[in-house]
């Protein structure tokens, strides 16, 4: 019972790196180029939002892979991905819902790892590899 215990908090740490380490990438990117930011703003105000509401993109990309790497409330940083990812693919990647790319993968490959990866986390919790484990 141990062992499979350990197997699956260590599964939960991999998970939580993975997705909490490869999305906080572009959340440095958007820092590091903050006019990207006036992309996402186009995007929120043809779909007829405000365009403030770009700057969630730092919560989405920052501040919930932290709390997912740390395991720290990670259920709800994985629950923010997921909402970021549901934005990101109605605002800029719903007209790739059925493409495949030239090598026969899913146009949207990249933004399901990242929001089913926050789903698992979110629905799995941190696991005990974690500063607040749940």
Same mark, same amino acid.
């Given at each position: 019972?141990?062992?499979?215990? *350990? %197997? ?6 991999? =998970?939580?790196?993975? &997705? ?7 959340? #440095? /990117? ?39 790497? *740390? %395991? ?6 994985? =629950?923010?991905?997921? &909402? ?7 605002? #800029? /990647? ?41």
């Amino acid at each position: 019972m141990y062992e499979t215990s *350990f %197997g699956i908090a260590f599964g939960q740490l991999i =998970l939580r790196l993975t &997705v909490g380490g490869l999305m906080l990438l572009h959340g #440095v /990117h958007k820092i590091l180029h903050p006019e990207t930011l006036n992309f996402i703003s186009g995007n929120l105000e043809t779909a007829g939002l405000p365009s403030f509401l770009a700057y969630g993109v730092y919560i989405g990309e920052v501040l919930a892979p932290l709390l997912i790497i *740390f %395991g720290v409330w990670a259920r709800l940083g994985g =629950l923010i991905i997921v &909402v970021n990812m549901i934005f990101a693919v109605a605002l #800029v /990647h719903g007209d790739h819902l059925m493409l495949l790319t030239e090598h026969g993968g899913w146009r949207l490959e990249l933004q399901a790892f990242f929001l089913f990866g926050g789903l698992a986390i979110f629905s799995m919790g941190s696991g005990r590899f974690a500063l607040n484990p749940d």
